[in-house]
């Protein structure tokens, strides 16, 4: 982070209340020149804030109701405005796929437009995408580019796709200075427990806890580029801070890891040798792109942005805290 940059900076985060916004404000709120705000429901969990609620400004709002993202605008002034809001499980777009594109197209447009009305001095603004976007992927078209033809199958891919190219339309029609990261799949601490790697650190827990004898997955054959949600972050930092006008930059690791390998790994690493892995199928997903990775060489240019922690050190330090506390 340039020091010269963020000083003296208003900056807003809508999502700020969930796993990546409350990164994103740590990470933000480690620069001492800044003033914070971040939008949240009225009735949303200060479980991932509670260290930083009283380091900031937090403003009830629906992203869904232009009236009151228009006025969380106009009360916090921004300079930048980072968009995290969203429904972002993929696994729930299938059971609500109206809810989902609601959330993530519609409250994309609604801040957009808000923003666009608003007539403070707004520098930059960055969105969240996803990895998603880029759906069915060929083998031939690994690792993949910024460029890469969009091909989404499931409606939270559908509707990070369709709030990205509204960025850029956005952007190009009204001159709106807007950052677009696509990041793939990343955890951490505080992260949902509904995502393959946190099932990984809850079984092999319960295990080193003595509370289950036999691992049960899904498809751990599939390969995947997983990353640290604190390197993310960064890179939604950088992004703000070095974009010109509109660009799209790929947050990645680079790596495939093959989830049955980091099984093993991690077995490994606490001493399970013994303890067998077995496929459950109710588990299985309708659809599973078998190798997703990303390419990374275009943000490590232009942003100056590299991962730099392993994902199998992500796991390890999340089962050694459960281990500690469950």
């Known amino acids: 982070m340039s020091s010269n940059f963020w000083d003296d900076k208003r900056i807003l985060i809508t999502g700020v209340t969930g796993f990546a916004g409350s990164w994103l404000a740590e990470k933000l709120l480690e620069r001492s020149k800044i003033e914070l705000f971040g939008l949240k429901r009225e009735n949303s969990s200060l479980e991932n804030m509670e260290h930083l609620k009283d380091k900031m400004t937090l403003l009830n709002g629906d992203i869904l109701k232009m009236d009151s993202l228009s006025a969380a605008v106009k009360k916090c002034e921004p300079d930048i405005v980072f968009h995290l809001a969203a429904q972002a499980l993929a696994k729930i777009s299938y059971d609500e796929p109206f809810k989902t594109f609601s959330l993530n197209f519609t409250g994309t447009m609604n801040l957009m437009d808000a923003i666009r009305r608003y007539e403070g001095g707004i520098s930059k603004i960055h969105f969240a995408s996803s990895s998603n976007v880029y759906g069915d992927v060929k083998p031939e078209e690994i690792p993949i580019k910024e460029t890469q033809e969009i091909r989404p199958f499931e409606m939270y891919g559908i509707s990070k796709a369709s709030a990205d190219s509204l960025c850029r339309f956005y952007s190009n029609a009204y001159g709106m200075s807007i950052a677009i990261t696509r990041a793939f799949h990343h955890e951490g601490p505080r992260c949902n427990k509904d995502v393959v790697g946190m099932e990984i650190v809850r079984q092999i827990s319960n295990v080193v806890k003595g509370r289950a004898k036999t691992l049960f997955f899904g498809n751990i054959d599939v390969v995947r580029d997983f990353s640290d949600v604190r390197d993310i972050v960064n890179g939604y930092i950088l992004a703000a801070e070095k ?42 997903r309708k659809k599973d792109m078998p190798i997703l990775i990303g390419d990374n060489s275009k943000a490590k240019r232009e942003l100056d942005w590299k991962p730099e922690i392993d994902f199998k050190d992500t796991l390890v330090e999340l089962i050694n805290h459960n281990i500690k506390t469950i």
């Not at 790596?255 to 980091?262: A, E, F, Q, V």
Request: proline share 2%; charged share 35%.
């Open 243 to 284: 974009c010109k006008k509109c660009d799209v930059y790929n947050l990645c690791s680079g790596k495939g890891y093959k989830i049955r390998d980091l099984i093993q790994q991690l077995i490994k690493e606490f001493n399970l040798d013994n303890v067998p892995v077995e496929i459950d199928k109710k588990r299985l």
